[in-house]
C-alpha cells in the first residue's frame, strides 16, 4: 500500500526524521511517501501556524489522489486541516493527535500528554474533548521546547521532555503518556527507557491505524459530511481548487 | 470605532448583503468594513471550503491591522480561522457562530439552528460543543439549501427556512432560532415575523458584541494561548507571512 | 433606551457604586436607573441570602415593567432569580455573572473567576455548569473577603483581590480574570494593572450586552418556558403578585 | 423523628394530599408535620412562582428549627430554595424531584419524568443535570395539566397522566416513571398499576431518605458551602431574617 | 424484611464485620443476613477481584431468592455485578459505593473519597461517572492500605485514614467525606470525630437505601434492560446457571 | 505473532466462525488462536450472561500468557472482563466493541450501532460513554434477534440488520454503522453492500487494532491501576487463581 505521509511544516529535516521513524515502524507491503507542502510555515506552534498549514495539507492529499494513495497521515500534534482532507478522499486519513490518543486509551486508563509549548496545550485541549478523551487525558504538560528545537538543540530538548516525563509518571496517576509533537517521532525509545512508562507516539501509531483500516478496507465514509465537497469556483492564489471532482 | 467584518468567501454580493446587514444595525459611531479575502471559495459549504477560507480570513486580520481596527468579525457560521485570528490582533475577534449562540442563550433556555446544507451540522455541533452550548441548543436543522442560492434564488431559499423554522418552533421545545449562514443576514425581519420567535442572526449580533467589547476596552488577551505567534519563516506563496510581528 | 440596574442587595453604598460603574461605561443614549428592593439582605453570601433576594428582583422587575423599562440587569454574581425575572417581561435580562462569563470566553480561550468568599464558589460553579462555560473556567478562587469589606475596608479587599488574581494568573494557565462580585464594578482598572491580565467585569460587561441586545431588537422568548407565568392567587405578603398579567 | 414536610405552595388542600400520603408511608416512629408557607402562590407552575416560593419554604425551616425537627422535605418538584434551606440546618433536607431521582436510578437504569406543564421541563432539565442525572433520564414528558387540577379535576387529569406514561413506556427504553409533580402524591399505585412500570413519586421517596439520613445520622454539612449563613441586617419585610444564628 | 448483605470476597471476618455493623443501624423490623461467596478472592483489590468476585455475588442473590429475599446489598466499594444481579430478581439490589455517593450528594455539594489502595480509584471514577456524581465528587485519595490491612493491622490503617480524611477536609474544598471500603464499615464514628466531617459510609448507606426502597414497595424494574435474562444454557462449571427461570 | 481470540461464550461454531472472519483478514504472519473458556453460558444477551462470562475470558488470558501470547481480543460486543484481562498480562488486549467504535470514529464523525437485543443497547451506552465516544454514536439500534439466530438462522437474522441498517442510513445522519455482535463478524461485506455505508465490524477491527499494537511493541501499561493484581488467596472454585504471579 501507498501510505503518504503528510509533514505540514516545510521544514525537511523534520519530513526526513519523520519518514524515517514512519519507514521503520512500517509493515513490509507499507510504501512510505514522505512529503511537504510546497508553501507554508517552517514549523507549527499556535493556531494562525495551523491555519496556514492546513491549506498545504489539502494540497498533498489532492496530490496524494493523482497518484492512488491508499492511507494519508497528518503529521503534526494538532491534526491540522483533518476534516477537511477527509472530504477530499475516499483513503482513510489519521491525524498524529488522533491516532496517539485512540492507542493510549487501548493500554491505559488514564495518560499524559507531555508537548512542547505551554500555548498548543489549547489545541491539545480542544482535539481530546472533540474526540472523546477528555476524561482519558489527566494533563496536557508542556516542556517549553520550540518545535524546531528538536532539530537543532535535540540533547537539551530531550532532557527537557524526560523530565516532564518523569514529573508527569510521579504526580499525575497515569499509565502511558503521550508525546505532543511530530517532532518527536524518533525519541520514543529513549523515552521510554527513560521515563519507564509505555510511550505512544503519533507518526508511528499513525502508520500502524492507517495500515490497519486499509487492511480492513475501511476509508473514509462519502455518505453525509465527509462526502466530497460540492464542486465550486475559487478565486485568486487558490484558483486550482476550483471545480474538483472526485477521482472516482 | 474601525469594524472590519470579513465575509471568508470571494463572492461580492454576499459580502454587501451582509455589510448592509451590519451597517444597518451598528451604532453611529460604528464605521463597517466590509471585506473579503482575495483569493478563496466562492461560498463555505464544506471543511475543505472552510480550511481555505481561513487563510484569506488571516490576510483580512493583517490587513485590518495595518489599518488600525478595532474589532473584527467573521462572518460565516463556522467560525473559519477564528482562534488563528485572535492571535494576530489585540482587538476583539467575533465569529458569527458564536455571536448568534451567546446571544441566543441570553434570551432563551433552549434553540435550534436552522443552516443550509445538512453536511454542515457538524461544524455547528463541534462549535456548540467547544463553546459551551451543546446543551442549549435542541437541534441543528438544515433547509438544504446551498449558500449561493440565497443569492440567486433568494425566494425559494426563504420559504424553505421558513418551513423549517415553522418545524422547529412546532417539534423542538425551544425559545428561539439561530439562522446558520452569515448569507441570511437580510433576512431576520421575515423570518422572525413568519416564524413567531425570535431569530437571532449572527452578522449582526456579531456587531453589537464586537462594539460592547470595544466599549468596555476589551480585546483578546495577548497572555497565553492567544499570544502573538512566534515569528518564523514561511516558504513560497506564504513567504509574507515570514517573520509576522505585532503592530506594537 | 432605560436600563434598569438592579442591585439585589439592599446597601445603598453599593447601588450607587454600581450604578456609576453602569453609567460611566454606558452609550451615550443609555439612561441608567440603578436600584435596589425595599426589602432584603444588606449583602448576598450564600444560598440563602440569595433565596430572598431574588423575590426582591422580581419587584424591581415588575416596577421597571410599569415604568416602560428597554432592559433588565441584575447585579450580584450569583444572577438570583434570573429565570425568573425573564418570565416577567418582554425586554432582555442579564445577569451580572453571565455577562461576565460570556464577555471572558470571547476574549480569551480559557479563564479563572476571583471572588469574595470561599462559601460562594459553589455558586459560580453550578452557575458555569448551567451556562456552558464549565471548560472555559479553570477555577473559581476566593479573596476570602466578606462583600461589604469591597465598601468599608476597600483597600485592604483590593490588595487581596489582586494577590488572588496574581496568582491566578501563575498558576492557572489562563488568559483572562472574571471579577465575582458586582461591589467590585469601580475596582476593574486597578486590577486589570495590577495583575496584568484581561479582567473582565460583570456590571459592565452586563451593560455592554443589554445595549447589543435591545440594538438588535431582541427580547427575552415569551415562546415556551420563558413565557409570561400564568396568572394565580398569592397569599399573605405576596398578595400584591396575584392575577399578575403582562403590560402587553 | 420529626420529619417537617414543607409544601411550597399554600393551597392548603394540596398540603393535605401530600401530608397523608406521607403519612401512610413512614415509618412507625416518624411523625409527619406537614405545613405550608403564610404567604406565597397557590401552585408552583414557573420559574417566578418557584422563586417566591423559596422565602416561604426558608420560613417553614426557621420554624420548624424552633420545633427540633429532624429532617426536612421540600415538597414541590423543582426543589425550590433547597440548597437555602440546607444552610439554616443541621438536619437533612430533601426536594422531591431529587428524592425520585435518586431513587429511581437504583431500580432502573433509564427512567422518564411525567410532568404537569410543559412550561416547567426546564426546571427538572436543570435539577437533573445539577444533581448529575442527566443521562439517566430518557426524557421530561409533559401532560398539560395545571398544577390545581390534579386538585380540581383529578380523573381527567389523571387519565392524561396514564396516557403520557403508556407512551413513555412504548417509545423512552426505560425501566421506570418518575412523577413530577408533588400533587401527584396519592397517584402512585393508580398509575403504576395502569402503566406497568415501577413508578417512583417524590413525595413518598422523599419521606423514606430523610428517615434513612437520620438513621444513619447524617444530617447537612456545616463545613463549606452549607455552613450557617453569616449573620447580617436584612430589611423591610424581611427584617426578621436580620442576625440569624444557628440554634446550637 | 429480609436483607441479604453479600460481601462479594471470602474473608469470613469481614462478612462478621459488616454484618455487625449492619445489623447496628438496620431498622427493628429489618433482618439481616451476611453471606459470603462460596469460592472467590479473600479480598478485592483489582479489576481481576471484583471479576472473580462478581460470579460469587450473582450465586449469592440466587440462594437469596430461594429463600425469599426483599432485598440485597452487595458489600464491596466497587459494586461488583450490580447489574448482572439485578436481572436475577424483583427485589432492589444495592451496591455500597453507590449507596454513599447518593448519600454524599444528600448532605454536601462536593465530597471526596478516601479509598483504600490508589489502583482502585479508577473503579471508583468509573463508578461516579456511571451512576452521574462525577461533578460531585472533588477527588478519589487513596491511604494505600492493602484492604486484609483492615482487618489485621486495624489501628495502624484508621490512623492512614483518618490522615488522608484531614488533607481532603483541608485541601478538597468539600462538605462530607465517602468512605471507599466495605471492611470501613465499623469505622465511621471513629473517623467523624476525628476528622470533623460528615462520613458516609456505603454499607450503612445501602441498608437504610434498601429499607426505603422495600418501604416505597420499589423494586428493581423488569421492564427493559433488567429484565430477567433469557434462560439458556450454561456449560462446565457454571451449568447449574443453565435454565434459570424467575421465582414467580 | 500470537494473537489470542477469546469468544467468551461457549458455542464452538460461533467460536469456529469468528476464528474465520478474524484469520482472513489477520497479517501473513499473524497466527489466529480461537479459543472459548471451559465453562459459561453459550451467548452473553444480558449483565448476568456478561458476568459469568467473564470469568472464563481470565482463564483464556492465563491460559494464553503460559504459551507466550503476544495479544488478546475479546470478542464479544459488551466487551466483557476487559479492564480485569489487561491486569493479567503485558500484552495488549482488545475488545471488539472498543475496537469498532475506534475505527468508526476515524472514517466518520457520527455512526450508529445495530446489536442483536434492545436489552443489551444498555451495555452499548455504557462502553461509549467509559470509552468517550457517547458523542460520536447518534443511536444505539437491536435488530431484535436473538444471539444464536445469528448461526442458526442467519438468513432471516441478516435481513433484519440490514432492514435496521438502512434505517439507520436514512434517519441518523450518519457516516457508518457498527455491528453490536461478536456472531456478525462473517456477515461485514454483505451488509457493507446493502446498506451503502462503511460497516465497522469488531472482530476483524480488533485483530487490526491488536497487529498495531504489537507492531508499536506497545502493551498494557503495567504502571498504576492495570498492574498486575497482588497475589492473593482464592477459595472454592476458584482456587487455581491463588497466588497469581506475572509470567515475568
Do not use: W
Amino acid at each position: 500500500m501507498q501510505l503518504r505521509l503528510i509533514n505540514p511544516n516545510t521544514t525537511a529535516g523534520m519530513t526526513a526524521t519523520i519518514g524515517e521513524a514512519a519507514t521503520r515502524i512500517a509493515a513490509p507491503g507499507t510504501h512510505i511517501i514522505a512529503t511537504q507542502p510546497a508553501a507554508g510555515p517552517v514549523s507549527i506552534e499556535s493556531h494562525f501556524d495551523e491555519a496556514v498549514a492546513a491549506v498545504g495539507v489539502q494540497e498533498e492529499i489532492l496530490a496524494g489522489e493523482r497518484e492512488g494513495t491508499d492511507a494519508y497521515i497528518i503529521a503534526c500534534f494538532g491534526d491540522p486541516g483533518l476534516l477537511a482532507a477527509r472530504e477530499l478522499t475516499r483513503a482513510p486519513v489519521i491525524g498524529i493527535a488522533e491516532a496517539a490518543f485512540h492507542m493510549a486509551s487501548l493500554i491505559s486508563t488514564r495518560f499524559s500528554v507531555v508537548t512542547t509549548l505551554g500555548r498548543t496545550a489549547i489545541i491539545a485541549e480542544h482535539l481530546l474533548a472533540q474526540y472523546g478523551f477528555a476524561h482519558h487525558c489527566r494533563r496536557v504538560r508542556a516542556a517549553e521546547i520550540p518545535v524546531l528545537d528538536l532539530e537543532e538543540d535535540g540533547e537539551a530538548a530531550v532532557a527537557r521532555i524526560i523530565d516532564e516525563g518523569r514529573r508527569a509518571k510521579a504526580e499525575d496517576g497515569i499509565g502511558a503518556i503521550v508525546l505532543g509533537c511530530g517532532g518527536m517521532a524518533d525519541l520514543t525509545a529513549e523515552i521510554t527507557e527513560a521515563v519507564g512508562l509505555p510511550v505512544v507516539e503519533g507518526v508511528t501509531a499513525a502508520v500502524k491505524l492507517a495500515e490497519a483500516l486499509v487492511g480492513l478496507r475501511l476509508g473514509t465514509s462519502k455518505h453525509g459530511d465527509l462526502a466530497f465537497p460540492r464542486p465550486k469556483a475559487f478565486t485568486g492564489r487558490f484558483e486550482h481548487f476550483s471545480g474538483l471532482t472526485p477521482a472516482a
